[in-house]
């Protein structure tokens, strides 16, 4: 959906919704995506974490912290997330260039994957937040409200991917 929501000052209470109809912007570009540990994900179906609110905080704030390395800004990069992709048969966090044809941006994050897979930890378990902020996983350019969003379930993929577990 495309639209916004507006909400009370200083409460942050949702008081009402406003979808605006845009068309889709279709373009064809270049995009870095990366497999999740098997063990890792089956420990957090026994765990009963939220797999696919943790993928959507990783591509959150790994798309924050992109820019650091690829010397961009967030709003050139975008992404997708899901438990279950139906072209590969697992679960799958893309990061895309938005602009048609691509800028360079994915090529640079694939090269420094461990790189960005490290800040990104970092910036998830060094925020004081409980639930996720501004300031790790949740994206000011969201399409989804920023839901599913899973700071715990996000930190425990990113151990996994740096190899800590
Ligand atoms: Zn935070």
Not at 10 to 15: A, F, G, K, L, M
Not at 103 to 108: L, Q, S, V
Not at 123 to 142: F, R, V
């Amino acid at each position: 959906m495309i639209g916004f929501q507006k909400k009370a000052p200083y409460t942050e209470e949702v008081i009402g919704e406003e979808p605006l109809n845009l068309p889709p912007i279709r373009f064809e570009t270049v995009a870095l995506w990366f497999d999740l540990p098997p063990g890792v994900i089956r420990g957090m179906e026994e765990t009963r974490l939220d797999l696919a609110g943790g993928l959507h905080a990783v591509e959150h704030a790994a798309i924050a912290i992109l820019p650091l390395f690829a010397l961009c800004d967030r709003n050139d990069i975008g992404g997708v997330s899901t438990p279950l992709h139906p072209d590969t048969g697992r679960a799958q966090v893309f990061i895309y260039d938005a602009y048609p044809g691509g800028i360079g941006i994915a090529e640079k994050g694939f090269d420094l994957l461990p790189e960005l897979w490290q800040a990104t930890l970092m910036a998830i378990t060094e925020c004081l937040c409980h639930d996720g902020c501004p300031s790790c996983i949740q994206s000011p350019k969201c399409g989804n409200n920023n839901r599913p969003l899973d700071k715990e379930a996000a930190r425990v993929l990113l151990e996994g991917l740096v190899g800590i577990k």
